[in-house]
């Protein structure tokens, strides 16, 4: 298994904007994924990070609305960058375990004001 | 393109009736299923998987699904629901090779009625 921690659990943040959001998960692990989940909406996939090589973004997300980092094999970021009131959301970040399952940090919600 | 597809938004069940909640995914090679259960301000809770053998899978609270591939389905069941079992649930795939993106389909919200 894994236990995946987020930070900031919640933040409400000004239009135009920009947002770290951190994930860090307690033992390495070769894929991570960032999720995001719009208010009565389920989940969707933006984007695969991976350690040592550029993320992989799905249809719809882009780069430099939301750039990620992944320097080690325990640790990500996501940046919502110039953010507007549609980007609020609850952003989620998961670990595949190779062999069992996906496991998903706590979420971060976010409101864009 | 790969889909999950969950047909019932929205279910209403009495506290002790059964339930079966529906999923059916998209045609291709046998993908790894999951249900997962999201209680209101809470993060996503796994509630059983399936990746081959045996075609019931059991899970946690007292859930079980079965995998039907003539259907292709993979149906969440639990015989006696109880109040707090009110959640959003949703299934999810993951199909076959290397990016093993997990691909959720839109949820099911289940109200239970004393």
């Known amino acids: 298994s894994a236990v995946i921690s987020q930070k900031p659990s919640r933040d409400i943040c000004q239009r135009g904007t920009s947002l770290t959001i951190q994930c860090q998960v307690d033992?390495?692990?070769?894929?991570m994924f960032w999720y995001r989940q719009q208010p009565g909406q389920s989940l969707t996939l933006i984007a695969t990070?991976?350690?040592?090589?550029?993320?992989?973004?799905e249809s719809g997300f882009v780069i430099d609305k939301f750039p990620i980092s992944r320097p080690n094999l325990t640790f990500s970021t996501l940046t919502v960058s110039n953010m507007s009131p549609e980007d609020s959301s609850i952003y989620l970040c998961s670990v595949w375990v190779i062999q069992e399952t996906q496991y998903f940090g706590p979420g971060t919600r976010l409101l864009v004001l | 393109a790969q889909s999950v597809t969950q047909p019932d938004i929205h279910i209403t069940v009495s506290e002790g009736a059964s339930l079966e909640l529906r999923c059916n995914y998209s045609?291709?090679?046998?993908?790894?299923l999951f249900w997962y259960v999201q209680s209101p301000g809470q993060g996503l809770q796994l509630l059983l998987k399936y990746f081959s053998g045996d075609t019931l899978v059991q899970g946690i609270k007292g859930f079980e699904a079965e995998f039907k591939r003539s259907q292709s389905s993979f149906n969440l069941r639990k015989p006696s629901v109880h109040w707090s079992d009110a959640a959003e649930y949703f299934c999810?795939?993951?199909?076959?090779?290397?990016?093993?993106?997990?691909?959720f389909g839109t949820g099911t919200l289940l109200a239970v009625q004393p």
């Open positions: 045609y291709g090679a046998t993908p790894y």
């Open positions: 033992s390495q692990v070769t894929m």
């Open positions: 999810a795939v993951v199909y076959g090779g290397a990016t093993n993106k997990l691909i």
């Open positions: 990070a991976n350690q040592g090589s550029e993320a992989t973004y």
